[in-house]
């Protein structure tokens, strides 16, 4: 291929000359491996440059290298004009300048909107026609020239990612959504300076990227100017203007600026100096981590009511939803070491995915891992009872199961031709899966050495962009592990390793422990990687450390041992699979003294459930049960609830679970009861009110939420009465105008607007939940995507699915609509709120009818399909299972 590029374009003589001059040179084998290098790199600049990419939608890795190749030195300076009213068009202007490399061809400009929001088009101070095809803005090349030019645009800025609300409104624009708002060269390899103005109504505040220049005033309206930005990827332009609240602190040395709308005062005390403190830890452990300060110009910070991320990473204006941020007195440890994850991972991400950007969304999850990865070492610093290892196995292992098992699994690093698709690939491997990856890679490399790796990643590539292979060329001479085969399992493909042991006892000693494994799809594939296998008798448990480099290893230092009472795989939580569990295991569980080995058998327990050995879900439900009282750990204990609803609602068929709900309401009472930790009380409290289903069980909800009396020992908030509310509603309890006084109660009004759009789904009349479902065919009914996903859950509720199977179909026609209209997690979610509940062969065929249908239906959203059905036919095949015993 080679050859033939070079052929083509006249080099081949010349390379065929330096090659027969080199032959008796010292270090041929250099100056050929460079000779091709440059060459290549010659060549691939040549065919990039000279070869038009055809005008698509979308933004293609065509259209990116071309972009990439020719363009430098971009800026971007921009004007919008926010009227008071939401329904009331955007008047923007905007000036690009660029450096050109290559005049000859066309150059295309991505906007994602209507031709008629285009109002003039000047390019080097000479107005053109517009020429507007496939959301691209052509510019001719008879109007461009090499080196500097301006291209100026008067436009009506696009709605889709600005977010409006009626008091407010912000950008979100990842991964490739700057370009629905305003024309951009929209890839994250050609990055930019921005100098944006605002001009918005007087008694609003605004946010942005870049420290504030200055401000007028005029006729009711006022016109922030910014000063330049940092030079940053597109995805990571922001602003958000409205009525919101500042706060100005100054944490360690550095001036930090907090907007909000929240109006509850005790929620403001209790988590203000927590979120400001938070802060100055993460930048603080970043910066001597890194051993690179803050690299951008300033530091602030925004809460917005149902945001539809956790947080998003923009340079000088990070986003949060407001509810992650905001906790009060009754707040768990729990939701007080999330939001301390999510501010250090938001933190982490100013130098990982900001600094240093992915060349192409390919690699998304290079900037996603590191803040995680990082989010979780901070954390353990910045609250020091965080039991790090832990949060970071009932975090990340569970999550990275439930699509890691599924015949929808994708791997880490995923290909993408078109950025148009790059929201499809964030998820649960990126999230969840990725940080174990690294944890491994960690551990196999040593600490400091991949300390160093990542610091000299960091600096090479600061400002700039890299790719994974970049930065696997810089760890790989720190290690002596293979890293192009470790790399290609655990990075480049799905699923995972299960385990199987073989012991052999002699007069009551281990003779031989044989561990093998092989891919859950029944692949001969191996997962290189250390884990923990726990020997655990009455007075003592000895773990030996398994260096798994082989399909089938001897576990070392356990010839000899005394036979144990059971065996407890991936005891410190640290490996990777499915492990095997000791038919011994389960009725000694809750004597385990490490709350890691614990939840790491609750994990196994629950895998092997799934896939149907080992454990029936009966069996593992009255497991749990019976551990309701002697399980202390919260973390332990929210793991452990939080599998037995799933097994009550979704592997419990209906009269199975009416014969057993009585008694396990019971057993969570008492539970609660004999609790003394606040924390544990709140969460088999919420369990309980999670499965109640006898009428006393609701009435006695019933009488705690109107009489707002918490149990003793137990603090709930205006938001767990509101859930409360709901929970009674969808049970259809006979109580006059429940939710209508649940609304009068709220004071918060984004909070009250929530609970208004979410009324229809929670109605006892099946028509008004009918209409409430249609009105979601139409996008701006799915501008809320939280308050959509929320009263998704309620529509097809367990309870419900009787009369909201008829929504299946038509909520699986829409996925593709949705993908287009919705930001990046809402696709996924949305199949997995409508189709979570769902148990019957009935609806398990809905799905696989509807992919027969779409034989050719797009790759990522099938995948997505697949994803979030897989408990719906597992559900379906294990209760078969359980009807045959």
Partial sequence: ?????????????????????????????????????????????????????????????????????????????????????????????????????????????????????????????????????????????????????????????????????????????????????????????????????LTIPEDWKALANAPLQDSTVSMGTKTYHYQNSDTISTYLFSFAAGEFDRISRNVGGREMNFYHRETDKSKLAESLGPIFQIHGDALAFMSDYTSIPYPFQKFDFIAIPDFQYGGMEHVGAIDYKASTLFLDEGATKDQKVSRSSLIAHETAHMWFGDLVTMQWFNDVWMKEVFANFMADKITQVAIPDASYDLKFLTDHFPAAYGVDRTAGANPVRQQLDNLQDAGSMYGAIIYHKAPVVMRQLERLMGEEQFKQGLQEYLKKYAHGNASWPELIEILDPRTPLDLASWNQVWVNEAGRPLFDYQVETEQGKIKSFTITQKGEDGSDRLWPQLFEVALVYPDRVQELTVNMDEKEVELEGAEGEAAPSFILFNSTGLGYGVFPVDKQMPQEVFSLENPVARASAYINLYENMLNGRSITPTRLLNLYRSGLSQEQEELNLKLMTGQLSTIYWDLLKPASREQVAAQLEQELWQAMQQHTSANAKKLLFKTYQSIALTKPAQDRLYQIWKKQQAPAGVKLTEDDYTSLALALAVRDYPANNLLGEQLARIQNPDRKKRLEFMLPALSADEQQRDTFFASLKKPENREKESWVLAALGYLHHPLRTATSEKYLRESLDLLEEIQLTGDIFFPYSWLQTTFGSYQSPEAAQTVRTFLKEHPNYNPKLKAKILQAADGLFRAEKLLEGEERL
Avoid: W
Avoid at 25 to 39: D, E, H, P, Q, W
Avoid at 115 to 141: G, R
């Fill in 1 to 197: 291929m080679l050859i033939v590029e070079l052929r083509q374009e006249g080099y081949f003589l010349a390379l065929f000359v330096l090659l027969f001059c080199m032959k008796n040179i010292k270090g041929l084998k250099s100056g050929l491996l460079l000779l091709a290098v440059v060459a290549t790199s010659a060549c691939n600049q040549k065919m990039i440059t000279s070869n038009p990419a055809p005008v698509a939608t979308g933004v293609s890795k065509a259209l990116a290298a071309y972009r990439k190749a020719v363009l430098d030195d971009v800026a971007y300076d921009l004007h919008f004009i926010i009227p008071n009213k939401k329904e009331a068009p955007i008047q923007a202007s905007e000036v690009i300048s660029f450096n050109l490399k290559e005049s000859s061809l066309p150059l295309q400009i991505d906007f994602k909107e209507k031709t008629d929001h285009l109002k003039q088009v000047k390019v080097n101070n000479k107005k053109i026609d517009i020429v507007h095809e496939n959301e691209h803005l052509v510019i001719p090349a008879k109007y461009l020239k090499k080196g500097q030019n301006k291209v100026e645009v008067q436009f009506v800025a696009g709605d889709l990612s600005l977010n409006r609300n009626e008091d407010y409104l912000y950008t979100l624009l990842v991964p490739d959504r700057a370009r629905t708002v305003f024309p951009v060269f929209d890839q994250p390899n050609l990055k930019a300076t921005f100098k944006l103005s």
